[in-house]
């Protein structure tokens, strides 16, 4: 298969099979957790479980002092590759063109020295990120092969697509298939994986926040 077969396949078929199975992955998991349904709460109701669930959502998303000065490290890297995640796939130019053609509108997109840099940020803080996991004892005693992989899987696109934008080591048809692929593999895994964690953290923030004010306590 030649580089331009190969950037076709992945363009093609390889995009569409891989984004089938992300969207019925993905509806699958939620309609799993929609599903599951909990048992009558006979109890008296001692607050209210919506104000109490969108309050959970907001204060579980800021670290008190006590959790940052404990895990500081964890969480300035977590924010900064998650905020660079946001920034390099939803507002670089030839992702927005690439949405664009998908869901039939676009919006403007940042300068491309802005997403150069929130690149390189992404790419610092998830090797921060590892090395913080495999070096601090009980992280790494937490870790397991799903962790990895999943980290692995969302790091790929990343290093590959800053590659492919410079334009290092290999033809740029090459480079774009390689990064394509590499989403591809994103979206196959994303759904059986902790990285559903996108679609149902804050499900999951809203229902604990709302079970604790029904019983009147703090979430």
């Not at 790929?156 to 774009?176: E, S």
Request: charge should be positive; include cysteine; hydrophobic fraction near 55%.
């Amino acid at each position: 298969m030649t580089e331009i077969e190969l950037l076709s396949w992945a363009r093609g078929p390889g995009l569409q099979i891989a984004t089938i199975i992300f969207v019925a992955g993905v509806v699958i998991r939620v309609l799993e957790i929609l599903l599951l349904g909990r048992k009558a709460n006979l109890a008296e109701a001692k607050g209210g479980e919506m104000s109490s669930g969108l309050k959970t959502m907001i204060t579980r998303t800021v670290p008190d002092r006590t959790t940052f000065k404990r895990s500081s490290v964890t969480i300035v890297s977590g924010y900064a590759f998650h905020i660079g995640l946001f920034v390099v796939c939803f507002l670089s130019a030839p992702h927005i063109l690439f949405l664009k053609d998908i869901i039939g509108f676009g919006w403007p997109s940042a300068p491309t020295a802005v997403i150069d840099a929130f690149a390189v940020i992404t790419i610092i803080a998830m090797l921060v990120t590892l090395v913080n996991r495999l070096t601090n004892r009980v992280m790494r005693y937490l870790t397991n092969f799903e962790d990895l992989l999943t980290w692995f899987v969302t790091f790929l696109p990343v290093i590959t697509g800053y590659i492919a934008f410079h334009r290092i080591g290999m033809t740029a048809p090459t480079l774009l298939a390689v990064h394509i692929l590499s989403v591809e593999l994103l979206l196959v895994v994303f759904p059986f994986t902790k990285l559903m964690h996108a679609f149902t953290l804050f499900i999951a923030r809203w229902y604990n926040g709302a079970i604790s004010g029904y019983r009147g306590v703090a979430s």
